[in-house]
């Protein structure tokens, strides 16, 4: 009777669902990939070395900032390599080495490590990072001047939501939906192609890796406000569609906006966020400084996240 | 270990078993050479009364020092041979007894006294450790009375149904329980809890109301039907300070059995779970050694496998063959080593599949960040803590896989025990 046999104990429960946090992270990297192949077709070798460089870098800083702080490796859970296919995505094909790096370091140093690593950063790290290089480095996050060089059979050779800003809806009205739907536009190397980001937001959505309330939201929290500003004023402000399908939208409803830890987590509280989200962009759009909102929107709604999923159901059993 | 649903947006879903269909009966398990019972007391020193090689008869009252309340019920006749301390979890510290049984069977007579007054310190006295294991000291505070007493019929976790198949076995002992009850406590309103699939047939032929519940996991957890009975859930002063008391139907006809036959019941029907899945039952003395039961049905332990006290939800993993199943075992679930989910040291990630699931609204994703750094009164303060009802799903579908339901019942532990010593402190 006297085994010797060793017995593994655990804490209840003895079953578990099977997920965890590489399986997200690489499922969320699968969805992304269609979006980034459609780049890599419209923009070539250099958009691929974007992506490549920004994923390896994004790895790299994290391996080195687990060395640094003498903390357990993570890079194996995907999150660092997701990281830096986002930040590839939206950055132009021509971005410069250094730039790729000086991005994938904000994003996972100062964007998410020196918070605590995977679920500690407040704010979402890609969006963080962009937003500083596009205010520290306006002339390569600016599309015209970015890809001045590149030969591109698009029905216009600028970015049109430049193009919108500078000269109203009129130098836009030519463009065509399904161009945009289909990424024939000037914009970020993986963020142009609305199609593939949407298959990619549909697929993430069915497997419940994103919370489809926050991207919804989000896309209606554009439309409808868009709708109102271009019903106000139609000459001055661009269609919803044009909105929806330009500049980072989609990729922000689908990938940005829903980034799990700086995102709400209750119904009501996704709603809002994400809707206030799609509000905001639109608001930078039309009467902001800036060219595309989607960055600085995604921050804000950020900010807000504590906030707001305070707004949660009453607990049961609770007397007062 | 189960696997999630291609489309995660639906939720997992568990019924419990309802002990339907015909079930073969239980295989009986010869007594063995040796069992352990556990006395729920610390083992300071020596003890007076307690000496290896002392026999004692079945029904015997084992007790660390004489005129305790607290004792185990020796289930076989022969001589102790072992006796040692235990640390059970949280901590906590009981005596182990092992006692090297002999061929027959005497039966001890006290109890046979005892029974023709048939009160609460009988009860506590000769009770509290019958399969079952009903808690009466609840029932004997004075200041917090109890006004109804719930007979939980069900199994407070999936795949087993043991407690819900002997309470349709043996409903007239079930009947004399409650008498008895009755008779001891003068609480009129008696509740039996029952999952609904299972009740059709028994309404009216017990002399309590009965409630049916849903069948759906986790809608039978005890604290899911207090909820449902009371609109409330206990906070730190446990379920007594709310004037309700469960028992679990297997106790209560333990407790007729008893009183029925005149001796103490010593017998527990366990279910064990084999690696596949396939469900046998045992009828066996308290204290018989997990191995033991597990020879009987010729399942294979190895290395790094598992063996699980109770269902896969809420069980507790144990490390030896030797460990004895208790009065409150009712199943032995073993899993092989290659179907073991592990914990991680993740954080969360916050990505709310937690929250989704609960089905208190718990607000789970912030609770457990308070509870990883030991803050429980302020998890329980702001971040409902004592809405829980124990369930386990929060663990299940965790992506960081952090050990959720463990933390919540530490937190309950710990911050029940700083409640009592401040009671305590009071008197």
Redesign the interface.
């Known amino acids: ?3 010797k ?17 590489p399986e ?1 992270s690489y499922h969320t990297m699968i969805a992304a990939l269609p979006a980034a192949c459609v780049g890599i077709a419209y923009y070539g070798a250099p958009a691929l070395g974007v992506i490549s460089l920004a994923i390896a870098s994004a790895i790299l800083w994290e391996l080195l900032f687990n060395y640094a702080s003498k903390r ?1 490796i993570t890079v194996g859970n995907g999150n660092a390599a997701l990281i830096g296919l986002l930040i590839a995505m939206v950055l132009p094909a021509s971005a410069p080495w250094w730039l790729v790096l000086i991005g994938t370091f904000l994003a996972i140093v100062i964007g998410m490590q020196i918070f ?5 950063n407040p704010f979402n790290p890609v969006a963080l990072a962009i937003a500083i290089l596009m205010v520290s480095y306006q002339n390569h996050l600016d599309f015209d001047a970015a890809l001045v060089n590149f030969s591109l059979d698009f029905p216009s050779t600028t970015d049109p939501l430049a193009a919108l800003k500078a000269f109203g809806p009129a130098a836009v009205e030519n463009l065509n939906p399904i161009d945009l739907l289909m990424g024939r536009q000037v914009g970020g190397l993986g963020s142009s192609c609305g199609l593939a980001i949407a298959i990619g937001g549909i697929y993430l ?5 994103i ?2 309330e926050i991207s919804i939201a989000f896309i209606v929290g554009v439309f409808i406000s868009a709708m109102l500003f271009n019903m106000s004023d139609p000459v001055r402000y661009a269609p919803p569609a044009f909105h929806l399908l330009t500049g980072y939208t989609l990729l922000g409803a689908f990938f940005l906006a829903t980034e ?7 119904f009501i509280p996704m709603l809002i966020y994400g809707a206030l989200g799609g509000v905001m962009t639109v608001l930078i759009r039309n009467i902001g400084a800036y060219v595309d909102g989607v960055i600085f929107a995604i921050l804000l709604i950020n900010l807000i996240n504590p906030l707001v999923d305070k707004i ?8 007062a | ?4 649903s ?5 939720k ?1 879903c568990f019924n419990y078993e309802l002990a339907t269909g015909t079930v073969a009966d239980p295989v009986a398990i010869p007594t063995p050479e040796t069992v352990t019972l556990y006395i729920k007391q610390e083992l300071k020193r020596a003890s007076s009364s307690l000496k290896v090689g002392t026999p004692v008869k079945t029904g015997q009252r084992l007790v660390v020092n004489e005129g305790d309340d607290i004792c185990a019920i020796s289930s076989v006749t022969g001589t102790i041979c072992e006796i040692a301390p235990f640390l059970a979890d949280f901590g906590r510290a009981w005596t182990a007894v092992t006692i090297k049984t002999e061929g027959s069977d005497t039966p001890d007579t006290e109890f046979a006294e005892a029974m023709q007054a048939p009160s609460l310190e009988t009860l506590n006295r000769y009770l509290a450790t019958c399969p079952g294991e009903p808690d009466i000291g609840p029932l004997m505070d004075e200041r917090n009375p109890v006004h109804t007493i719930v007979i939980y019929g069900g199994n407070a976790d999936i795949l087993i149904d043991t407690s819900l198949y002997l309470f349709k076995q043996s409903a007239e002992a079930v009947n004399a329980g409650i008498e008895i009850l009755r008779k001891a406590t003068g609480i009129e309103d008696i509740v039996i809890v029952i999952p609904e699939e299972s009740v059709q047939n028994y309404s009216g032929h017990l002399d309590a109301r009965m409630q049916p519940v849903s069948s759906q996991y986790p809608y039978a957890q005890p604290l899911m039907v207090l ?1 449902q009975l009371t ?3 206990p906070d730190e002063k446990g379920m007594a300070s709310m004037g309700v008391h469960f028992i679990r139907a297997e106790a209560v006809a333990a407790i007729g059995q008893a009183f029925s036959s005149g001796s103490l019941p010593v017998e527990k029907t366990v279910a064990v779970i084999d690696k596949q899945g396939t469900k046998h039952l045992a009828r066996a003395r308290v204290g018989t ?1 997990v ?1 033991v039961l597990l020879k009987t049905f010729d399942v294979q ?8 006290f ?1 269902g ?11 460990l004895p199943i208790g009065p409150g075992t009712d199943a032995i ?1 073993v ?1 092989d ?1 290659s179907v ?4 991680s ?9 937690c ?2 699931i609960c ?5 789970v ?1 912030l609770l457990v960040r308070f509870l990883e750094a030991g803050q429980y009164t302020e998890g329980a303060d702001l971040y ?1 803590l ?2 829980c ?1 124990e369930c ?2 929060c ?7 952090i ?1 959720i ?2 933390y919540i019942k530490l937190a309950k532990y710990e911050i029940g025990r700083i409640t009592s010593a401040e009671e305590l402190n009071e008197q």
């Open positions: 009777m006297n085994s046999k060793t017995l593994i104990v655990s804490h209840a429960p003895f079953w578990h669902d099977g997920s965890g946090v997200r357990s605590g690593g995977i679920g500690a959505m069915l497997r419940g890796i919370r489809w799990s830890s700086s995102s709400p987590v209750n949660r159901p009453k607990a049961i059993g609770k007397v | 270990m189960r696997k999630r291609f489309f995660g947006l639906s997992p909820h609109g409330r859930l050694p191995g332990v190895n290395d790094q496998d598992k063996i699980i109770g896969p939800m809420t069980g507790n993993a144990i490390y030896s063959e030797d679930l899993q080593k073991i989910p592990l914990y040291d993740y954080p969360c990630i916050n990505c709310g599949d929250v989704r089905p208190a609204n718990v607000p994703n409902d004592y809405s009802i386990g799903l663990s299940y579908v965790c992506v960081s896989r050990p339901y463990q």
